[in-house]
């Protein structure tokens, strides 16, 4: 499936910054297997003093802009032409949780995949009781880490509600699971939390998500927003598989990959620092359309 990818996202300050800084995950990039990116271009407005394009630890594309001269506000436009690959379709190798244990230690890797980086407490995820208690809840005995992956993932959707209102972006994991309200970064934390507790490593995936509109209906432009699952570490033999706990599937064709890590805090489309005073706002449209 070949996708046409627009996005937009803008921030206005209350006062001109001065020296601001900023680093944007927004470029899609070639995941062997997965999705191939023939055409890519991400333009900025106004135009920064100093632009960098490299790679961070997890291989994600990271673009450094560097602001010497005041600006009120910022524009970043990405336009980008995804072709997702049709996952193969493959048997389930994965062991049971007590034998996963075992491949865990014994992987000695300390690449990007690694499984070892995505074991413990990450800046946004950390061991919480709530959470532990309701992922053993699903491990029955005989289940492969697989099958455990998918039923805790279906389980989490259907005890979760989505609710934009509910959370915001520094929400913990332990506060949305509380509640029973978020959005796909808390069902995505939450989840990863979750699968750590019980010895699976996991991690976190941004991108774009297709969204389909009712039966009958024309798609909104612009009515596409960025999305988030997750990946979870099933063993030698199956390797990475990505699970969306918002839609309670596994990522396939509609699910279109930006960058991986351990959480949001290594994904995180747009962050930086400046410096500036009053209020700050800021808008996004995001717009996946199948060619």
């Given amino acids: 499936m070949?996708?046409?990818?627009?996005?937009?996202?803008?921030?206005?300050?209350?006062?001109?910054?001065?020296?601001?800084?900023?680093?944007?995950?927004?470029?899609?990039?070639?995941?062997?297997?997965?999705?191939?990116?023939?055409?890519?271009?991400?333009?900025?407005?106004p135009k920064p003093q100093e632009r960098h394009d490299t790679r961070d630890f997890f291989g994600n594309v990271m673009t450094v802009l560097v602001f010497h001269e005041p600006i009120d506000?910022?524009?970043?436009?990405?336009?980008?032409?995804?072709?997702?690959?049709?996952?193969?379709?493959?048997?389930?190798?994965?062991?049971?949780?007590?034998?996963l244990e075992q491949e865990v230690i014994a992987n000695?890797?300390?690449?990007?995949?690694?499984?070892?980086?995505?074991?413990?407490?990450?800046?946004?995820?950390a061991p919480d009781p709530s959470i532990t208690e309701f992922a053993k809840a699903q491990a029955d005995e005989g289940l492969s880490v697989m099958q455990f992956v998918e039923r805790f993932g279906k389980a989490l959707h259907e005890t979760m509600s989505f609710d934009p209102e509910a959370t915001d972006v520094t929400t913990p994991p332990a506060e949305a699971f509380a509640k029973r309200h978020g959005v796909c970064q808390d069902f995505s934390h939450i989840m990863i939390s979750g699968l750590r507790a019980l010895g699976i490593p996991a991690g976190?995936?941004?991108?774009?998500?297709?969204?389909?509109?009712?039966?009958?209906q024309p798609r909104l432009e612009g009515a596409d927003a960025m999305h988030a699952w997750v990946c979870a570490w099933c063993g030698v033999e199956t390797g990475w598989i990505e699970y969306d706990p918002t839609n309670a599937c596994f990522a396939g064709l509609d699910h279109i990959v930006v960058a991986y890590g351990r959480d949001y805090s290594d994904v995180a489309p747009v962050k930086g620092v400046l410096r500036s005073s009053g209020n700050q706002s800021s808008f996004h449209a995001v717009d996946v359309r199948p060619l």
Avoid: C, M, N, W
């Fill in 73 to 99: 506000k910022i524009e970043l436009t990405l336009k980008a032409t995804v072709e997702r690959l049709h996952p193969a379709a493959g048997l389930d190798f994965s062991p049971d949780l007590q034998a």
């Fill in 204 to 216: 976190y995936v941004s991108g774009f998500l297709r969204t389909l509109p009712p039966k009958g």
């Fill in 2 to 45: 070949r996708y046409e990818i627009r996005l937009t996202v803008g921030y206005d300050y209350g006062a001109p910054s001065e020296h601001a800084r900023t680093l944007v995950r927004l470029l899609p990039s070639d995941v062997p297997g997965k999705q191939i990116v023939p055409a890519r271009l991400l333009t900025i407005d």
């Fill in 108 to 125: 000695r890797s300390l690449t990007a995949v690694a499984p070892a980086h995505y074991t413990g407490r990450s800046p946004r995820v």
